[in-house]
Every structure is written in structure tokens, then in C-alpha cells.
């Protein structure tokens, strides 16, 4: 669902799938209909056997990873989205240095602001 200039062609399950939204997935990727995405999977299922469908099907719901809930607006979130499925952690640590960074920031233009030679130096640049 990438809105900066390409065609998404990523393969995510779908939130609103009905088991585990591999089939409304796979049939957004390939832009087909949810209807004959399920169909190929019980066709399939018929001629198959139970075993390898399934086992097939869940590997799918396991190793995709869930659409985002809020649109992918450019590059860099769907970098930071991919990381975080990727890995939670380091995603929520590059989070947590960047607010410390702005924190950081933030307080040293306090302490300049609050500083009296602050007030010194505004009265004196007029």
C-alpha cells in the first residue's frame, strides 16, 4: 500500500482475511478477487490432501508478514515497518535513541533560553 509513486509489490497477509488473510493477501498482491484465491485452495486442497495444503497454507500465514494498519506514506516508513516486523526490539531501541536525541536537543535550548546571559544578549542585540 505504498503511496510514494510506485506500485506496491509487497506480499502481506490482509487484517480482514477470514483465516489468517493469506488468500485476501495473495489475491491484493496479484489483484485478483479474494472468491477465486479460495477456490484455487480448495480445488487444490481436493486433488492434494489435507496435509499439504495445510502445512503449506500455514507456512504462508507464518512467514507473511501483516499489512500495515495506517497507509505506507513514503521510503523511510516502510523501511522502519519491515524492521520492526523483522525485529521488535531493535526497531523500539532506534525509537527510543531517537527520542533521546531529541530530548538531548531540546534541553540545551532550554538552558540557553533560561540562561541569564540569554536575557543579556536579546537586550543588548536589539
Known amino acids: 500500500m505504498k503511496h510514494y509513486g510506485r506500485r506496491d509489490r509487497t506480499l502481506y497477509r490482509s487484517r480482514d482475511g477470514v ?3 493469506v488468500c485476501r493477501g ?8 479474494p472468491f477465486w484465491v479460495r477456490m484455487a485452495l480448495v480445488v487444490t486442497f481436493m486433488l492434494s490432501g489435507f496435509w499439504p495444503v495445510i502445512g503449506i497454507y500455514l507456512a504462508a500465514a507464518f ?5 500495515p494498519t495506517r497507509p505506507i506514506e513514503n521510503e523511510a516508513e516502510h523501511e522502519f515497518y519491515d524492521s ?6 531493535n526497531a523500539a ?13 531540546i534541553r540545551r535550548m532550554e538552558d540557553r533560553v533560561t540562561a541569564r546571559e540569554y ?3 536579546r537586550k543588548f542585540n536589539r
Open 19 to 21: 483465516i489468517f488473510g
Open 26 to 33: 495473495i489475491a491484493d498482491y496479484f489483484d485478483f478477487s
Open 63 to 67: 512467514f507473511m508478514t501483516p499489512r
Open 84 to 89: 520492526y516486523v523483522h525485529s521488535p526490539k
Open 93 to 105: 531501541w532506534r525509537l527510543k535513541k531517537k527520542f533521546e536525541n531529541l530530548d538531548k536537543r
Open 119 to 121: 536575557e543579556w544578549e
